[in-house]
Structure formats: structure tokens, C-alpha cells
Antibody, heavy 112, light 112 residues
Framework: EVQLVESGGGLVQPGGSLRLSCAAS????????MSWVRQAPGKGLEWVSI???????YYADSVKGRFTISRDNSKNTLYLQMNSLRAEDTAVYYC??????WGQGTLVTVSS | DIVMTQTPLSSPVTLGQPASISCRSS???????????LSWLQQRPGQPPRLLIY???DRFSGVPDRFSGSGAGTDFTLKISRVEAEDVGVYYC?????????FGGGTKVEIK
């Protein structure tokens, strides 16, 4: 059974950093393409980043240069390093594998 | 960026009656590999998104056959043949043909 469990969210001040984790089971992260998608409170879905099995990465313009997607194959875990956070980054962050399976999400709140 | 436009914004439906959601993309979603990467996702209240349909009309594992997808090029439709109480939620179309991946604004399905 495929499972995705996000963690690492929380309250952070503007300009601060957070690292989100997505622990996967039931499949191999390194063999799949994995995405981060976010949802601001009461809003729709916004794609953030993707990493392919070959290691290629892509980002939404809104996070390019501030966020970094990566994975640890030994831990079968996906990460999202978020730097220079802004109020508009406040959202629930979901990890997804090929958009077929989604985690429950982790809430990131950027506020002073 | 490809803009995904969904109509209607809200769809009040009587239990057991059909529902239909339209999604239009600002440019063709046919990929150079010949596939059309148009998906439909369901988000029930308080839940993460769940994939229903991928590549226009392929139903994901475990999705009831009352859900069907159709369309081509820039115009796509999700149909629910007979709405059940568990179908209440917001439905999103999503394109993965071109970066950045983009979502429609969502259609809220509710029971009359």
C-alpha cells in the first residue's frame, strides 16, 4: 500500500526557513517522479516543484531560487527546503507521487 | 503558462442525478509524445486531493465507474452519472503536459 506522510510544517517568521519531509512507503521514491503541491487557506491547488527519477528538478516561478526539492534514497524520503519564506507561502503543503497518490499535508504558516 | 478554466464554479445537484464539470485549457494539452496529460482530482472537505481520472479518461484504481472523463485538445469534461452523498467536495482539473503544471480553479459539488 502506498503511503506518504509529510512533516516539518509549522509557524515561521518572514525571511525564515523550514524543511518539509515526505516519508514514503509502498514504492521507491527514486524510481518515481514526486511533486510538492500547496494550498493556501480557502484557496485552490498550486503546483510548487517536481523531481524526476533521473534527478531533474523544476519549480514554479513563485518559489524558484528560494525552494529546493531533493530526496534521500536511503530513507525513501522526499524533501522541500524552503528559504526566504514570505507570508504568501502560507499553505498546506502536499507531496504526491505522479499525482496518483497524495499525502495528508503539512501546514506552513509564515507570520510575525 | 497554460491557464485552466473550470465551469461552473458551483454545482448543486440532486442525489441520484448526473453532474458535469467543464475544463478548458488556454492551449492544446497534447504532448509531443502523443498523450494528453489532463487529470481530474476530487477534494472532499478536510481531505487531501484524490486522483479520479488521468490522461483524459483513464479511471484511477478504486474510482467508481460513475465517474468518467472525456474531451480532447483544449476542452474536457468530467461527468458523474449519479451523484452520491460522498461525492460532495471540490473538483479540480489539472494539466501536466507543460511546465508549470497548472490547476483549474475548482468546482464545488454540493447536494441540493
Amino acid at each position: 500500500e502506498v503511503q506518504l506522510v509529510e512533516s516539518g510544517g509549522g509557524l515561521v517568521q518572514p525571511g525564515g526557513s523550514l524543511r518539509l519531509s515526505c516519508a514514503a512507503s509502498g514504492f521507491t521514491v527514486s524510481s518515481s517522479y514526486m511533486s510538492w503541491v500547496r494550498q493556501a487557506p480557502g484557496k485552490g491547488l498550486e503546483w510548487v516543484s517536481i523531481i524526476y527519477s533521473g534527478g531533474s528538478t523544476y519549480y514554479a516561478d513563485s518559489v524558484k531560487g528560494r525552494f529546493t526539492i531533493s530526496r534521500d534514497n536511503s530513507k525513501n524520503t522526499l524533501y522541500l527546503q524552503m528559504n526566504s519564506l514570505r507570508a504568501e507561502d502560507t499553505a498546506v503543503y502536499y507531496c504526491a507521487v505522479t499525482t496518483f497518490y497524495w499525502g495528508q499535508g503539512t501546514l506552513v504558516t509564515v507570520s510575525s | 503558462d497554460i491557464v485552466m478554466t473550470q465551469t461552473p464554479l458551483s454545482s448543486p445537484v440532486t442525489l441520484g442525478q448526473p453532474a458535469s464539470i467543464s475544463c478548458r485549457s488556454s492551449q492544446s494539452l497534447v504532448h509531443s509524445d502523443g498523450n494528453t496529460y489532463l487529470s481530474w482530482l476530487q477534494q472532499r472537505p478536510g481531505q487531501p486531493p484524490r486522483l479520479l481520472i488521468y490522461k483524459i479518461s483513464d479511471r484511477f484504481s478504486g474510482v467508481p465507474d460513475r465517474f468518467s472523463g472525456s474531451g480532447a485538445g483544449t476542452d474536457f469534461t468530467l461527468k458523474i452519472s449519479r451523484v452520491e452523498a460522498e461525492d460532495v467536495g471540490v473538483y479540480y482539473c489539472m494539466q501536466a503536459t507543460q511546465f508549470p503544471l497548472t490547476f483549474g480553479g475548482g468546482t464545488k459539488v454540493e447536494i441540493k
